[in-house]
Every structure is written in C-alpha cells, then in structure tokens.
C-alpha cells in the first residue's frame, strides 16, 4: 500500500483584510476569488500529514489528529474529497496528521495540516497535479469552511510574506520581504479563539477593514521587518482583536529585546522576532509572567510545504 509524508510550516498571519466583494461592492461567489489580504511568517515548526492509499471500488476517507479520530476536520476532508473527484479515483485513504503547534491559535493548522495532506496524496495515489492546483484546492476548502482566507498561498512560498491580492494561487498575489538571518521567531499561546466566529464578526466589522487597510498601505510604504510588526500591532489594537494578555505579553517581550510583536490572527497568542541571542530570554520572561502559557521559539522557514517521503511500500 502507497504511503507518503508530507510537511508544511505553521503559517502565522499577523493582519489580513478580508476580500469578499468585488470593486463595486458586490459579494464573490466564486470562493477561488474570495480571500484576504495580509501578511506573515511560516515556522519550521508545523505540521506533517501521512497518507496512505488503497486503491479499489470503494471511496472512504479517516482522518486523524494527534492520533484521534477527527470526524470535525470539514477542512480537510472537503479538500481531499475535491482531489479525488478532480482526478476520478476510486480509493480508501488514510489521513494521519500531526500538529505541532497549538491548534486555533492563529497558526494556520487547518491550511498546514489540509495542504500537507493533499500533496501526501497527490503523491501517494500518484495524482498529476501541479502545487498550485493543490493550493486553489485548499484554498477553496477553507473559504467555503470559513477556517481561512489566504493561508494557502503563503504557506506554497514559506518564508515572510505578504498577501497583496487575494485569492487562490494563480489569482493572488504573494510577495515574500527579507527576513534577517540570526533571528528567531517567539510565540506565546494563552487559549484558542476560532476562526469561524471572528471571521462572522470580521465581515461586518467596517472598523476591521478600514485598520486592516491602513495597516497594509504602511507596510507597502516601508517594507521592513520592524515596520511590519509595529502595524501589525496596532491593526490587532484598533480592530479590537488585543486582549489583556496579548497587551501584557507584547510588552514584556519588547522590554526584554523583541524588535517587534504583534498578536496572532485569529487567536490569544502573540509572535515575537528576536536575534537569536536575545530568544531564550524573552521565553523566560514571558514564562515568568505568565507561567500557564505555552512559549517555544522557532525558526523561520523558507521552503513551504514539501514531501518528507515518496511512496513507501507497506
């Protein structure tokens, strides 16, 4: 039996400005258009997905998270379900999908663990399909599942990205900016905020788009590292996203060396970039303050999703 490996970087989004209407203000029907547009950082820390195929008569897809059955994985499922209809195979498919980082948390898990898996599969039930078609597929997914907007597309380049344009790989456009070596990334985690329910809030919120353009508009002006944390702050403070534990984590990992932080979309963690010198001791300072919260450091990663290994025999 075909099995594949698969990874792909958590995907920090540190602001996003939902695209939803076209230029006359009318709704998108067409999910592959519909996105966001935004920006951040993809983390060797991520996930890695396991696909295993059994070719035969009968279609029958089981996911599973951490080792448990995920029968709530909508994301996924309707993902591996459009690249198997696309592609016209019949097969039994085994999704093992492990996280590691926190899940809805703004880490981008339901894109990192959905695109991972579909290109498993590509790989696994030898599918001719491109990246990019994986991408408009996982896209897709998460519109319709409201889990995301644009993840997708940046977790294909990796790295520190920006979302100018919205939509599907091959309709949006993703910029990457220059992340300096001899940094790392620090993250803290308090609890998960989920991405359906802020997102039913965003598209009504005019307060969220207006500080979501003003954000991106700063960052196009001045393209820097520093530059793009310090907006990004400040859209999750003016869209009213902050928390008292994102405002007290935000400063304490300045005052202890951060060149920037900003919170998490769409969750109660907050993301730090250091030099690497300066890592651990705004781990340990943000662990003193808050000793319950999850705080690891990562690096960034700048390859994107990518197989692990092809089509082992079992």
């Known amino acids: 039996m075909p099995v594949s490996d698969a990874f792909c970087p958590a995907g920090i989004s540190s602001f996003f400005e939902v695209c939803d209407r076209d230029p006359a203000g009318h709704p998108i029907t067409d999910p592959a258009r519909v996105g966001a547009r935004g920006g951040g950082f993809a983390l060797t820390r991520g996930v890695t997905s396991r696909v295993s195929v059994r070719k035969g008569q009968r279609r029958r897809i089981e996911i599973r998270i951490n080792s448990k059955l995920a029968p709530h994985a909508n994301t996924t499922r309707s993902a591996v379900e459009q690249l198997i209809n696309l592609t016209g195979i019949s097969a039994e498919v085994k999704i093992e999908i492990d996280v590691r980082v926190p899940i809805a948390a703004g880490f981008g898990t339901s894109a990192a663990g959905t695109l ?44 520190f990205v920006l979302v100018k344009e919205p939509g599907a790989p091959g309709i949006g456009l993703v910029d990457r900016l220059r992340f300096p070596p001899g940094h790392s990334i620090i993250c803290a985690y308090f609890k998960p905020i989920y991405t359906r329910d802020v997102l039913a809030k965003q598209l009504e919120s005019s307060r969220a788009q207006t500080a979501a353009k003003a954000t991106i508009n700063a960052i196009e002006r001045n393209c820097t590292l520093r530059t793009f944390l310090n907006e990004s702050r400040k859209f999750g403070k003016a869209a009213g996203f902050e928390t008292p534990n994102v405002t007290r984590t935000i400063l304490t990992m300045m005052k202890s060396g951060a060149i920037g932080a900003a919170q998490n979309m769409i969750g109660e963690a907050v993301h730090a970039v250091a030099e690497d010198s300066k890592a651990e001791k705004i781990r340990v300072a943000v662990t003193r303050v808050f000793p319950r919260a999850r705080v690891f450091i990562s690096r960034i990663d700048n390859r994107g999703v990518r197989l692990l290994k092809s089509k082992a025999k079992h």
């Open 116 to 159: 991972a898996s579909c290109l498993a599969l590509s790989d696994a039930a030898d599918l001719h399909v491109t990246f990019n078609e994986l991408g408009r597929i996982t896209h897709v997914a998460e519109v319709v599942n409201r889990t995301g907007l644009g993840t997708a597309s940046a977790l294909l380049f990796g790295g």
